[in-house]
């Protein structure tokens, strides 16, 4: 269908052209506020990872009988762009990055291969773990910190961990900071040897009953069944009543008679602080397609219900997420774990935050937008232009947050930035259109005629207009990647919306602007039509005699004196091409931004205990929280971790990793006179 062919239907059959725009707005409102809201877009994963692991075992060691092998065999894989390594006390891992365009799947199948195949490691090492490195953004962080010892820390925290857990859309919970429980056999020598056992017997015993045994099937008329011996719990208790011998009399030996046993910790030197006090942390992960903000608002709403505060309603909000916070701040009131005496809940790293302010400048950039639009407008057209086109801008909007919906493309940094980019876009081809059938009209062209015609006119400059500025930014899209895949869906939604804008513009417009100019044209003004149009025909004469006549005589001028003119536009350009060559004119890719968080790597000479570095740490600690802009600070004493992977770097009494979060950066202050 031509241009024409489309304004014509558009103005015969007004009918369904409102119900097309009813329509889009209200499934706009519908899908646009139960959009998927998450950080950044998906990133398809690039890179694996080897796990290594060698309890006990040098740096040296590990690197030599483990590492080298390994790293050999990824070099002779066709897919491998680049191998690093990291090692330390006791383990380490590989990390395997994958060449752009290669098939994933056969990729990692061909590294898992070539890890199976190393059949030559040492004896005490455990077996090779490859998996795939998924970047994962958290969505927040939830501390229990005080003066409490590390088991009470570690119950209260598991607790919490099973009450979100329980929670719909809530994501992954990991918690952190924490050792993981072990069984602690102490051996009393003169008691093993009064009992004439060796300490192998005995160990041999004990991994015996702690081991579940295959015992068959068992066939019967109706079903197999299959038989296995369990081995007894894992609990110091049972343990405890481990039958390792007989005496000389005949009597059993338990280990309980020989051994000291109980439940404790692993033997790990790692502690975790917040705020200078113990603490263990739950991070919350997206997983799927889960809604982070939604899952940060349970997060935060559990957490007021534990700190004692009363419930808050967000009527909108709570609509939109089926009640969830409700359900989070209930969950709270009544949890049955208690929190150990002396400590209290914190939220931190609340990346979800982010994704809430630029909703929000979003949001408030649309209705300033229009507002400002509309406002200019009455100043240049008149009013049933104004409100057409603002009326076109909501329309666009709304049809843009459908096409997201249907492609399955989220509300992220990245699609938002732009939705805020497109805003002032998608009126521009709305205001030629509306402004010409306006014009044809004020000359004397019935309403209806001007609509048709006066979209034809300008319909294929428009056209012209939309289509280059989907091609500016189209290149965005070949960019390879996981800066493509960030970046992907930002060509995407600009060319939906501008796409939508044109619809409107060609379809929908001229129906509203004709309709509405042939209705002026059969009533006969009121009072407050005469004083309209006596206010239009001031505003006109005001244009006509002082903007239009001064961009008149500019335009004879620069007609006049042609050469002149060429000449500056020519040295105009020349002189930005060589800002350019000249390296006068900086680029960055991506300009820096302010950051609410400070990473802190702190690493001591080889071998210096955990107490010394956690005193080294806890100094660090006091400067830090002294500064106003910090609010807190969290410290991993024994273990340093990769920010962009997640994956440990480092496990040793020597390090440590300091992660100090500051206010926002419109809530901090600093008096002239400090200094850090």
Do not use: C
């Not at 709570?318 to 009544?334: F, H, I, K, P, T």
């Amino acid at each position: 269908m031509s241009i024409a062919g489309l304004a014509r239907f558009g103005v015969k059959q007004p009918v369904p052209v409102n119900l097309l725009a009813v329509t889009i707005l209200v499934a706009g409102a519908t899908l646009g506020l139960t959009l998927e809201r998450e950080f950044f877009p998906e990133i398809t994963p690039d890179r694996a990872v080897i796990s290594i692991r060698e309890p006990g075992a040098n740096p040296q060691h590990i690197q030599d009988a483990i590492a080298i092998k390994v790293e050999d065999r990824m070099a002779d894989i066709d897919a491998v762009k680049q191998i690093d390594s990291r090692i330390h006390e006791g383990g380490g891992s590989v990390t395997v990055e994958f060449r752009s365009g290669v098939d994933l799947n056969k990729a990692f199948d061909d590294v898992k291969r070539a890890v199976d195949a190393i059949d030559d490691l040492p004896p005490d090492a455990e077996p090779l773990q490859v998996q795939l490195l998924e970047p994962r953004l958290p969505v927040i962080m939830l501390t229990l910190y005080g003066d409490s010892d590390e088991q009470a820390l570690k119950r209260a925290i598991r607790g919490i961990q099973n009450d979100l857990q329980s929670l719909d859309q809530m994501g992954e919970v990991v918690p952190s900071g924490i050792r993981d429980y072990e069984i602690s056999i102490e051996i009393d020598k003169d008691a093993m040897l009064e009992m004439g056992l060796e300490l192998g017997e005995v160990q041999q015993a004990v991994g015996a009953w702690m081991q579940e045994v295959p015992g068959g099937t068992l066939r019967t008329d109706s079903t197999d069944i299959q038989v296995r011996t369990i081995g007894v719990a894992e609990q110091a208790e049972t343990v405890r009543e481990v039958v390792v011998g007989a005496g000389a009399d005949g009597s059993l030996v338990r280990l309980a008679d020989v051994a000291r046993v109980r439940d404790t910790l692993e033997d790990a030197q790692l502690v975790y602080r917040f705020n200078g006090r113990p603490a263990a942390t739950l991070t919350i992960f997206k997983v799927g397609d889960q809604d982070m903000v939604h899952m940060a608002e349970m997060v935060r709403a559990y957490v007021e219900a534990r700190q004692g505060r009363p419930f808050e309603p967000r009527p909108l909000t709570d609509l939109l997420s089926g009640g969830v916070r409700r359900q989070a701040w209930e969950l709270g009131q009544r949890s049955t774990t208690p929190l150990p005496e002396g400590t209290a809940l914190a939220v931190q790293s609340d990346l979800a935050r982010f994704v809430e302010d630029r909703l929000d400048l979003l949001v408030r950039n649309a209705i300033y937008g229009a507002i400002l639009v509309f406002m200019t407008l009455l100043v240049f057209l008149n009013w049933r232009t104004a409100t057409w086109v603002g009326v076109g801008l909501v329309i666009s909007i709304a049809g843009t947050l459908v096409l997201m919906s249907a492609g399955n493309i989220t509300l992220n940094l990245m699609t938002m930035f732009a939705l805020i980019v497109v805003l002032g876009l998608l009126v521009d081809d709305a205001i030629v259109v509306a402004e010409n059938i306006q014009t044809r009209h004020d000359r004397g062209e019935p309403a209806l005629t001007a609509a048709v015609t006066g979209t034809e006119q300008v319909g294929w400059p428009v056209v012209a207009t939309v289509l280059t500025s989907i091609v500016a930014f189209l290149p965005l899209l070949f960019i390879a990647g996981q800066i493509g895949d960030m970046l992907g869906a930002l060509p995407i939604v600009v060319a939906v919306a501008l796409g939508m804008s044109l619809l409107q513009a060609l379809l929908i417009l001229p129906s509203h602007m004709g309709h509405t100019l042939a209705r002026r044209d059969r009533l006969r003004p009121g009072r407050v039509g005469h004083a309209i149009r006596r206010i239009e025909a001031w505003r006109d004469r005001m244009i006509q005699q002082r903007l239009t006549d001064a961009y008149a005589a500019a335009m004879r001028w620069v007609l006049h004196f042609r050469y002149i003119a060429l000449a500056v536009a020519v040295a105009v350009l020349l002189l930005s091409v060589g800002m350019v060559a000249g390296n006068r004119l900086g680029f960055v890719f991506l300009e820096e931004t302010d950051a609410e968080t400070i990473v802190v790597d702190v690493q001591l000479p080889v071998g210096t205990p955990l107490d010394q570095t956690q005193r080294t740490a806890a100094t660090i600690e006091q400067a830090a929280t002294g500064q106003p802009e910090v609010r807190h600070v969290a410290t991993l004493i024994g273990q340093v971790s990769d920010i962009d992977t997640g994956q440990v770097r480092g496990a040793a009494p020597h390090g440590a990793q300091m992660f100090i979060e500051l206010y926002p950066v419109d809530a901090r202050h600093r008096p002239s006179a400090d200094v850090i």
